[in-house]
């Protein structure tokens, strides 16, 4: 009986501890950039001496296709890393990846200038409420910014028929390959059946004196 109770009491203490922690996680928090992770993903020294990668949110970064790495990264360099940020996460993901809403220290919101800039598109699957990333999207089409330049466009495009033929091509060589080994598995298995038929042949002859 006395086990049974302890084994409750702890149970209850770990959940208010998962509970407390989740809160503490979810609450917004202030640190420095040490590191561009990615484009969409930085590492964050909060000044409760806890470390975290935080990851934007409510957008969808641009393809390597569309060819806007080197400015993305030039932004991020320049104006985020090193720099302090105020991060409000929305969820925490598997390994306390931050979601967050993350301010520059002039209250600017990182996620919208991306998102009109044209370097980001707006998510509504993920923040369908957020009206300042939609309203920056249309600022961003207005203005033909990034992704929405006609000449980024046919890059992409292009790009992306170019990577379509190229996997055609591999797919063709992979076929003839696959034919070709075919046929040799053929011919092999022809060339045994009649060396087998030549040698049943010899042995059937009568042997003449």
Partial sequence: MLMALLSIAALAVLAVYFVL??????????????EILNKDALFVDFDDRRSNVVKLFGLKMASEREMLDEQIFDLL?????????????VRVDTGEI??????????????????????ARWNPSEAANDRRLSEAQ?????????????????????ESREAESYELEIE???A??????????????????????????????????
């Fill in 172 to 174: 063709g060589d992979s």
């Fill in 21 to 34: 922690n989740q809160k503490n996680e979810t609450q917004e928090r202030i640190g420095t950039v040490k």
């Fill in 138 to 158: 249309e600022m961003a089409k207005m203005h033909d910014q990034g992704v929405w330049n006609p000449t980024v466009k046919q890059l992409a495009a292009e």
């Fill in 77 to 89: 360099y320049n104006e985020v890393k090193g720099k302090r940020i105020r991060v409000k996460p």
């Fill in 176 to 209: 003839e390959e696959g034919d070709r080994a075919e046929n040799e598995s053929f011919a092999s298995a022809d060339s045994e059946a009649n060396r087998e038929r030549i040698a049943t042949g010899a042995e059937a002859k009568p042997h003449l004196e």
């Fill in 98 to 119: 931050l979601v967050s809403e993350i301010y520059l220290m002039a209250d600017e919101y990182l996620n919208e200038i991306l998102i009109r800039q044209g370097f």
